[in-house]
């Protein structure tokens, strides 16, 4: 979900707006809210729904909506890749073939950029509407280190852009080990975050997530969900670049649903509910957006 | 090194076991001792890959003698103390090097190590009998500790665990070694996937052991740190915040410093005071701009105040240091630092061990 702002002059003037730094994430005044929702089936994406087909509430008040084109609004995709020593050989392979697998599901108008992380994080290429520098990026992938899988999210969210239909794909194969951050922290930074947030999380027999789910697991699972994003357990380096080429089309059959929030108080947290009324099918959407005081 | 003759060991061990512990009754071979001396002559190598053409069995023949002369000489203090002529710091660091020789390297960060085994245990039932004796006691103190760090550092908790407390056996107050069971508790409750009401049995069970290392020896700053570190974990927030604050205004160095200012930092955060937490996180970045997990954490608060700005210029700088750091960031390594020094302990010891 994203919300457009509207800045008055002089707050473009003492944010430096107007000389190219970035605005502030939060809004000083919200016009209109986006939310980004996938509808499916037993057999797949549900097309052809109209507005009216959607029910929405912003604090359990009804809303009007309408529907947007998804191509008017390009994608800001963020590749957030574990690359630590337990990806090396023909994991590392498979994640970079997959990569290429959701690039070429994008349109010429989305960007994509690669964020890696072991125990650092380092952006190998910064979101860009040229695929060669990203596919360039992935050629450099290198499987050494720990994992700061939490602390990598939370840099994709935090850096994600807003205004946008932002993207976030983590990757990851283990438990993480060298983060400073937690779930409680992730969990509202990814709230107040406009991104769509998806995770594949690498299960294999000789090193799984093991024991059921772990914490981290249902922790990134539920974000993903809560963010109307999904979380992804593929069992085979074929079944990772299905994942990441559903992701990509994915963002292709989504419905853009823009709404002006009426009856409901500007600030704070803004819990959504999106149904079908007249048709089946199961909604994905963000759960919720949040506004600064 | 010759094969001693099994009907000869055989004949060795009968008679060990029938012959009464008198001071003279103890055997230890011929050939064995003098691997130790070729050990202790300063012929390492040689006498470490001498020691492992020999048979477990026999060895532990050997070692059965050793024990037997060390209870005679504890039976009759007046007698000839025939411990005196064997080299048994050499024998000690003998044994620890032929298990360290007999363990292949890690393939890499993430991946497992074959923990110290038969060899190691000879070394530490070696070590017990120094430890008995007046002037080894230091010897062997800081061998059980170097021990359970080697462990640790390789990911062999229960090792490092059986080390550590097989150390305060003998050294019972002895703070480092606290601190080394006190921090292999910790390093299991966090990386290993336990559930909920076993881990915080864990990380109660080694805020035990770090809050007596910080009673027996308060300018321990790393035990003090890692104390108030698990109690943050168990959500003893206020605890937590005492030992820090506490910690935070002692002395030590860089990375034991950035530590507490990163670790007091979250107690603030994570209390609702975001700007303590800011200051904290600020003071632990002015060590070292380049650190990572600093600039993350202080990018969150910033972020967590609705300062979306400084949020992105903090990570963003960060970022910016990637692959070109001069020191790994202290945090990456908290969970055994206090284990990184065992390779030069045990080299320490080993330069000890000569006539």
């Known amino acids: 979900m994203s919300a457009r702002v509207k800045f008055s002059l002089a707050l473009v003037g003492l944010a430096g707006f107007a000389s190219g730094q970035e605005p502030p994430v939060f809004r000083s005044e919200v016009e209109s809210a986006y939310v980004d929702a996938f509808v499916s089936n037993g057999e797949g994406p549900v097309h052809g729904l109209r507005a009216t087909d959607f029910e929405l509430t912003d604090n359990a008040v009804e809303q009007t909506i309408e529907l947007v084109s998804a191509e008017t609004r390009p994608v800001r995709a963020v590749l957030v890749f574990d690359t630590s020593s337990s990806l090396a050989g023909k994991k590392l392979e498979a994640l970079r073939a997959s990569a290429e697998a959701f690039l070429d599901g994008l349109r010429s108008a989305d960007e994509a950029g690669l964020l890696a992380f072991s125990e650092e994080i380092a952006w190998l290429a910064e979101p860009t509407t040229d695929r060669t520098i990203v596919r360039n990026a992935l050629t450099r992938l290198h499987a050494e280190g720990g994992t700061a899988a939490f602390d990598a999210l939370y840099a994709a969210l935090a850096l994600s852009e807003t205004g946008s239909r932002s993207l976030v794909v983590l990757f990851t194969d283990g438990e993480d080990n060298m983060s400073i951050l937690g779930e409680r922290q992730l969990r509202a930074v990814a709230e107040r975050s406009d991104a769509l947030v998806h995770v594949v999380g690498l299960r294999e027999t000789s090193r799984p997530f093991t024991g059921g789910e772990t914490n981290q697991t249902r922790a990134f699972r539920e974000i993903a969900e809560a963010s109307g994003g999904r979380f992804w357990t593929p069992e085979s380096p074929q079944r990772l670049r299905e994942a990441f080429s559903a992701i990509a089309a994915s963002m292709n059959e989504r419905y853009v649903l823009r709404y002006d929030p009426q009856g409901v108080k500007r600030e704070g947290w803004h819990a959504l509910s999106v149904r079908l009324r007249g048709a089946s099918g199961r909604v994905q959407a963000r759960r919720g957006y949040w506004v600064a005081p | ?355």
């Open chain 2, 1 to 355: 090194m010759a094969l001693i003759p099994r009907a000869r060991l055989l004949a060795i061990a009968a008679w060990s076991l029938l012959a009464p512990a008198t001071s003279s009754g103890q055997v230890v071979s011929r050939e064995y001792e003098e691997l130790l001396r070729r050990y202790q002559r300063g012929q390492r190598s040689a006498a470490v890959w001498a020691l492992g053409t020999w048979r477990e069995s026999d060895l532990d023949l050997q070692i059965k003698a050793l024990q037997r002369r060390a209870e005679a000489v504890a039976r009759c203090p007046t007698c000839k103390d025939l411990l005196d002529d064997l080299p048994l710091k050499a024998a000690v660091m003998l044994h620890a090097d032929r298990d360290e020789a007999d363990r292949p390297p890690a393939a890499g960060t993430e991946q497992p190590r074959r923990c110290p085994a038969g060899q190691a245990r000879r070394a530490g039932q070696i070590a017990a009998i120094l430890a008995q004796r007046g002037g080894t006691l230091e010897f062997a103190r800081r061998f059980f500790l170097a021990m359970a760090q080697r462990c640790q550092w390789d990911f062999c908790l229960e090792a490092a665990l059986q080390w550590g407390r097989d150390g305060l056996a003998q050294f019972p107050r002895d703070p480092p070694l606290l601190m080394v069971v006190g921090a292999s508790l910790e390093e299991r409750a966090t990386l290993e996937n336990a559930p909920g009401d076993e881990r915080r049995r864990r990380f109660q069970e080694s805020e035990k052991f770090l809050s007596d290392a910080v009673a027996g020896d308060p300018t321990l700053l790393e035990a003090a740190v890692r104390l108030g570190h698990v109690q943050w974990r168990l959500g003893e927030d206020e605890s937590a915040r005492l030992t820090l604050e506490k910690a935070v205004a002692q002395d030590g160095t860089p990375p034991l410093l950035y530590l507490a200012h990163l670790f007091l930092g979250q107690v603030y955060e994570r209390a609702g005071w975001p700007d303590q937490a800011i200051g904290e996180f600020s003071r632990a970045l002015a060590l070292d701009p380049q650190r990572q997990s600093a600039a993350v954490a202080l990018s969150q608060a910033y972020f967590s105040t609705g300062d979306a700005r400084s949020a992105r210029r903090v990570l963003g700088e960060a970022l910016a240091y990637a692959g070109r750091r001069s020191e790994r960031d202290p945090h990456w390594d908290y969970v055994a630092s206090n284990a990184a020094e065992a390779e030069d302990l045990l080299q320490d010891l080993r330069e000890e061990t000569g006539p």
